[in-house]
């Protein structure tokens, strides 16, 4: 079974540059996740997807991320324009259970801001 | 809210040594619990996890982990560590996002092993 695929692996721009990460998840898994993680932090929630619809953007800078999941499979995380603070790993990660289960997480897109 | 603390950033254990890594959570309802592993330049693997039932639990590559209600703890252990074994490790706790899973982590504990 082919695992959660994302791609660039690693990225980097100059601020105020725009960026786009694109993510796969594992074939039929409904919700599918984009957490930021900065050095030193953990994971932190970014959106979080069923199928097409948003499940939570609470934490999404919305000023300048956008992030889409247009037909329920693959989706894209935009940054525009990027900030300095926005240097981070970006991961992926999709789970098929409605009820509590493991994220199986790709191995992530590192963005560096100069 | 749900909130993870795992109070050591960083922890160094002699390979052959036994291995306890703190997690402490902060979750209204009963909470389900996890353990992942993160190599450098890696994504996060899943080491075991917690729903109910039996409140010690078995995962992969020898470790354990056990919950305490009452401490609000899961922490996870080894017995024997391997040079293998250095990695970071994030504690996390789930819970029904409007229905969905999402999880919260903690900010991590990284494992230096010495020879």
């Known amino acids: 079974e082919a695992g959660v695929a994302q791609s660039p692996r690693y990225k980097i721009i100059e601020k105020r540059q725009s960026v786009a990460f694109w993510c796969n998840p594992i074939s039929g898994h409904a919700t599918l996740y984009w957490y930021q993680q900065i050095l030193g932090q953990g994971p932190k929630l970014l959106i979080q997807f069923q199928n097409n619809g948003v499940v939570d953007d609470s934490q999404l800078p919305k000023d300048r991320f956008s992030a889409e999941r247009l037909k329920g499979v693959d989706s894209t995380l935009k940054i525009q324009p990027a900030k300095l603070e926005d240097s981070a790993v970006y991961l992926c990660?999709?789970?098929?259970?409605?009820?509590?289960?493991?994220?199986?997480f790709g191995e992530g897109s590192r963005l560096t801001v100069l | 809210a749900q909130s993870v603390t795992q109070p050591d950033i960083h922890i160094t254990v002699s390979e052959g040594a036994s291995l306890e890594l703190r997690c402490n959570y902060s979750y209204g309802a009963t909470p389900y619990l996890f353990w992942y592993v993160q190599s450098p330049g890696q994504g996060l693997q899943l080491l075991l996890k917690?729903?109910?039932?039996?409140?010690l639990v078995q995962g992969i590559k020898g470790f354990e982990a056990e919950f305490k209600r009452s401490q609000s703890s899961f922490n996870l252990r080894k017995p024997s560590v391997h040079w293998s074994d250095a990695a970071e490790y994030f504690c996390?706790?789930?819970?029904?996002?409007?229905?969905?899973?999402?999880?919260?982590f903690g900010t991590g504990t990284r494992l230096l092993v010495s020879p």
């Open positions: 996390a706790v789930g819970a029904m996002n409007t229905g969905f899973q999402k999880l919260v």
């Open positions: 990660a999709s789970t098929g259970q409605g009820a509590p289960g493991e994220l199986f």
């Open positions: 917690y729903f109910s039932g039996d409140t």
